[in-house]
């Protein structure tokens, strides 16, 4: 048997080439490509009343500067809306360079081309523009409140509203023995790459055809959106993702507006031009995430049996919709989590503000709607008097119950439908793992030693894998190398490693005889891109569907060649052989050869394969009927519904008693994403998932001021965690496979970051007896409270510390 | 990039000459030119990154004269006669071996492949230059003090986990490369010992 691949922590095969500083980034490409910059806005809405370039066109080595008036064609029309929705009524998006209007401090004005970037920045600041400053909307309670509108046809800043509900939620709460009401808030954030965005075009004007470098997360999604614009046939574009320095979700919006610009001014200069975003460019002209208001109703029963939840939520899409409302769609469905909500109505607004704009960032929208939940439960718990996991686990959705729908629509428009997951199993881990049940004896010997610490728990479940489709392409060379091609992207996954394990298991062959590319339109044309934790799920078993093709036409070609039954041969280390007599066999580099049968001798295998070689039948055609040469498969996976993953946080904090600071003692996780390609590998994505979730607790918000101004555009100001923020992640596995695939796999990427906001509102609440309701929280915030606290503006918690409950569910509360 | 101006006369430059990784090399650069730049767009050294361009991510991180350096808080101008150590230049430290696909790794970035270190790569090669450094003056850290030296890059892939992990397993493999050198080193001795009474056994060709 060929070793077992599949589900093996192998090392990452792009690892010695990436830590030589063998990478290959956008920046590293293009050396001698002109360069472009950008002046952006500086206010937060105003009018362009005036541009004047006179000064910056006489810089020594500029070569073009455009503004809005330049453009021409349709990349002067309005960037695309990429995802319609009925709801989205107002759903707007900017120009390329602006027109007449800017509606957030860094939108683009004016791109300069220059030979080098140093001077295309001098020529930036050699730009006047006049502005006309308009009202500024800053912050959902304004953009609420509608005195100012960000776009004036918009009334109340009102992008979209959209209402789901299963069952009478009215009827649901009135009947309800208890309800409680909570309102909570979370703050942006954003996905902060190490690498920002980046874009190198080369216009090859003998063969009219564009080449695109973009750092993206959708290469087909580029190509297809610039060759729109560009008014050029797809065949004559060509879009190539390089090493990606990470993407966390930024990337997968497009086109961007220098994804536009910079093809077509390589194309009008008949040259290679290249724009590297800088780091203050990317706080201020690429995406943010998270920010909402939330107000949550929740009806439940004695034992905390949620019977009814209403949900009306509050979010700030920034100033454009250009990705339409997937994260607050997301929200308001993966709120859920692994609960039965009994009747369930959930209304939200995407409203409109003068900031930078709100797509997917890892997690899209599930850490706003586990927040909103997790609170929820807490509040229950407390409100009886009731363990924390006990109360979750009473409202669990069992493993029988599975396939469980929801009723509700999802982000892809297909019903909100669980397919797997044994949530009891994973709480039960859980709390083992973390010593749930020994807390409080913890708690008191820190609270002899005069210390506050608190226990917390966040639950979630994640549409994962979502379509429509991705492709798998192999080929096999005659030397025995295995190509492998799949159209979405990578941006650290590993997927170089991870596909090619699924192929050298699927196959038969050595991991170091595969070789996988990702992410090139050249390659696989047809694909949709890496976000959604989908790459694993639909590329991982797209790739396998194609090598059980290829596998069966070498099995075809070798049984003819060998004179044997297709079914007596197995292929192990790459050799084809017959079972129980592997002397019998043949190599696929020479299954290879006789798949494509040639005219001409050009090397040894080439000589083997032309029609003269060997023996033939004159009666048969040199490729039968049926075929084609070359051994070759393609395939694609293309799902009903998304897969959905699971997973449980626990973390025990502790709080200074007098300074507030906040310290993460212990953080344990358990994860199930189904079958597992590569252990390692998963485990590296939880770890910096929850990492960024912590960063998105505790240290990283983005600090806009009233005029629209972000006051911590820089790494200096917006904390992102370093190693001595992030705690030791402890974490475990549950592997429930997906029946909905043939690989079993449900996707891992975005897990890591979901529940961490709620987990540490959780355990902070816990340490001080008082509700969290707004994250995230630093220690002046958590001392502003204890001061409010203390005045009584703030009420104690009803049942601080109640003990771990052990009985079983349907026994009494014993509150 | 740099947001300085500069007068409307075309710049006047300076040739400057940094040795890098051992060698030493030359370009006639703007005095504003950042090192970083410098590495990365006039030599072709396109190994170190550049994340912040303010000095607080660390993937620019070089060696200068063995200590870590952010090159894009440094002119070229003033590297000027300095050695410089890129992510390029540790593969051809003494101490720096083949692995299977050819690449020569130091034990730092050995460490980094064993361990899972890296995801995306781009911060990597800052942490690399950093912990080799940082090795050289403590050769076996405690986990504490693996997180501390750590503590002043940006990684937004993997949570440090890894990164932790890979320090210390990359002080293991210092001390077993540093045990092998020293047993060739004896062995070298031995042989060139027994060279002087037999002089048809080539030294060189065993070591």
């Known amino acids: 048997m060929t070793t077992q691949m599949f589900g093996a922590p192998i090392k990452r095969k792009e690892d010695p080439r990436l830590v030589t500083g063998g990478g290959r ?81 860094g939108e683009a004005i004016v791109m300069v081309v220059a030979t080098d970037r140093y ?45 789901q509900e299963n069952g009478d939620v009215e009827a649901a709460l009135a009947s309800a023995p208890h309800t409680i009401t909570l309102d909570l808030s979370i ?74 610009l910079v093809p077509w001014a390589a194309r009008l200069l008949d040259t290679e031009v290249k724009w590297v975003e800088d780091r203050r460019e990317h706080f201020i002209s690429s995406a943010h995430e998270r920010g909402q208001l939330q107000e949550v109703t929740v009806g439940f029963d004695d034992e905390g049996r949620v019977l009814g939840l209403d949900v009306r939520f509050w979010h700030d899409n920034g100033s454009y919709t250009p990705y339409g409302i997937i994260v607050p769609i997301i929200t308001s469905t993966q709120l859920l989590g692994p609960y039965k909500p009994g009747a369930y109505r959930c209304e939200f607004w995407s409203l ?26 807490d509040a229950i718990a407390d409100y009886l008097g009731i363990d924390r996991a006990e109360v979750r686990s009473r409202n669990f959705i069992l493993p029988e119950e599975m396939p469980y729908d929801h009723g509700l629509l999802f982000q892809d428009g297909r019903p909100l439908k669980y397919d797997s997951g044994d949530f009891p199993a994973s709480l039960d881990k859980l709390k083992k793992l973390v010593g749930w049940d020994d807390f409080e004896a913890y708690r008191t010997q820190a609270e002899l030693e005069g210390r506050k610490v608190g226990l917390g728990i966040g639950c979630y479940v994640e549409g994962t894998g979502v379509g429509p489709y991705e492709g798998g392409h192999i080929i096999i ?4 190398r295995v190509n492998v091609a799949t159209g979405l992207t990578t941006q650290g996954q590993g997927h170089q490693t991870a596909f090619a394990q699924i192929v050298a298991q699927e196959l038969g062959v050595r991991l170091e005889d595969v070789h996988v590319t990702t992410g090139d339109t050249r390659k696989m044309g047809y694909a949709v891109g890496t976000f959604a934790s989908r790459a694993a799920v639909m590329s991982g078993n797209a790739i396998a569907l194609a090598t059980r093709n290829v596998k069966a036409k070498a099995l075809r070609i070798a049984a003819d060649a060998l004179e044997v039954a297709e079914d007596d041969l197995e292929i192990v280390n790459g050799v084809v052989q017959v079972k129980g007599a592997p002397t019998t066999s043949m190599p696929l580099g020479t299954v290879a050869v006789l798949s494509n049968p040639l005219r001409y001798a050009f090397d040894d295998a080439a000589k083997a394969a032309t029609q003269f070689a060997g023996t033939f039948d004159p009666d048969k055609p040199p490729v039968a009927d049926d075929e084609e040469p070359g051994l070759e498969g393609r395939d694609f996976y293309s799902p009903t519904q998304a897969t959905f993953a699971n997973g449980m946080h626990a973390a025990i904090v502790e709080t200074d008693p007098v300074t507030a600071e906040i310290t993460i003692l212990r953080y344990c996780v358990i994860h199930d994403c189904g079958t597992m390609i590569n252990p390692m590998i998963v485990e590296g994505q939880v770890h910096g998932g929850v990492a960024q979730g912590v960063g998105g607790a505790l240290y990283e918000r983005m600090a806009y001021d009233e005029s629209g101004q972000l006051l911590n ?58 509700p969290i309701t707004s994250m995230p929280i630093s220690p002046v915030e958590l001392w502003e409270l204890r001061q409010r606290h203390e005045a009584g503006e703030i009420p104690s918690l009803r049942h601080p510390h109640p003990a771990p409950h052990t009985t079983s569910p349907n026994q009494e509360p014993t509150a | 990039m740099s947001d300085m101006t500069t007068d409307q006369a075309t710049e006047q430059l300076h040739h400057v000459t940094v040795h890098v990784n051992g060698v030493p090399r030359s370009a006639s650069v703007p005095a504003r030119r950042l090192l970083s730049d410098f590495l990365r767009h006039d030599l072709a050294l396109t190994g170190t990154h550049v994340g912040c361009e303010h000095g607080v991510c660390g993937a620019c991180t070089v060696l200068v004269d063995g200590q870590p350096m952010r090159s894009c808080l440094m002119f070229a101008v003033t590297a000027q006669d300095h050695q410089v150590t890129t ?51 403590n050769p076996s850290p405690s986990e504490e003090e693996a997180r501390e030296a750590i503590s002043g890059n940006l990684c937004r892939c993997t949570g440090y986990q890894n990164i932790v992990k890979s320090v210390l397993r990359a002080a293991e493999i210092r001390t077993e490369r540093q045990a092998e050198n020293d047993s060739d080193a004896a062995g070298d001795a031995q042989v060139e010992a027994a060279a002087r009474h037999t002089p048809s056994v080539n030294g060189k060709e065993r070591a």
Request: aromatic letters at 6%; glycine letters at 8%.
């Open chain 1, 477 to 480: 060379e005659t030397s025995g």
């Open chain 1, 187 to 260: 703050e942006r954030s954003a996905c902060m790459p190490m690498e920002g965005k980046g874009v190198y075009a080369r216009w090859n004007s003998e063969d009219g055809e564009l080449r695109i470098y973009s750092s993206t997360q959708t290469t087909t999604g580029v190509r297809a959106a610039v060759a729109a614009k560009l008014d050029l046939p797809l065949a004559k574009v060509e879009c190539i993702a390089p090493d990606v320095g990470g993407g966390f979700g930024v990337k997968i919006m497009h086109p961007w507006p220098e994804e536009v």
């Open chain 1, 352 to 377: 409109y503000t003068n900031t930078v704009l709100v797509t997917p960032y890892r997690g899209a929208g599930r850490p706003q709607g586990v927040f909103a939940m997790e609170r929820t439960m």
């Open chain 1, 713 to 770: 555009a820089s790494f200096m100001d917006f904390l992102m965690p370093y190693a001595s923020e992030v705690p030791h992640i402890e974490a475990d596995h549950l592997e429930t496979p997906s029946p909905l695939n043939p690989l079993g796999i449900k996707g891992a990427g975005e897990a890591g970051c979901i529940p961490v906001s709620a987990v540490i509102a959780s355990a902070i609440e816990d340490a001080e007896g008082f």
């Open chain 1, 119 to 163: 001077i295309a920045e001098d020529a930036c600041q050699r730009v006047r523009v006049d502005y006309e400053q308009l009202p500024v909307v800053v912050g959902i309670k304004a953009a609420r409140d509608g005195a100012h509108l960000v776009h004036q046809d918009a009334p109340g800043n009102i992008a979209a509203h959209m209402v």
């Open chain 1, 25 to 105: 980034y956008l920046d590293d490409l293009g050396q001698n490509a002109l360069a472009a910059a950008f002046v952006r806005s500086p206010h937060a809405h105003a009018r362009v009343v005036d541009i004047d370039v006179t000064d910056a066109i006489d810089v020594d080595g500029v070569v073009a500067i455009y503004t809005y008036e330049d453009l021409t064609g349709k990349v002067a029309e309005p960037l695309p809306l990429l995802i319609p929705h009925p709801t989205l009524t107002h759903g707007r998006t900017g120009y390329p360079l602006a027109k007449e209007e800017v509606n957030h401090v």
């Open chain 2, 87 to 137: 992510v390029e230049g540790l593969c051809s430290a003494p101490d720096a071996r083949p692995c299977a696909t050819g690449e020569r790794m130091n034990p730092v970035q050995q460490a980094f492949a064993e361990c899972h270190g890296l995801q995306c790569g781009f911060c990597t090669p800052g942490f690399l230059t950093t912990i080799t450094a940082y090795l050289d003056e």
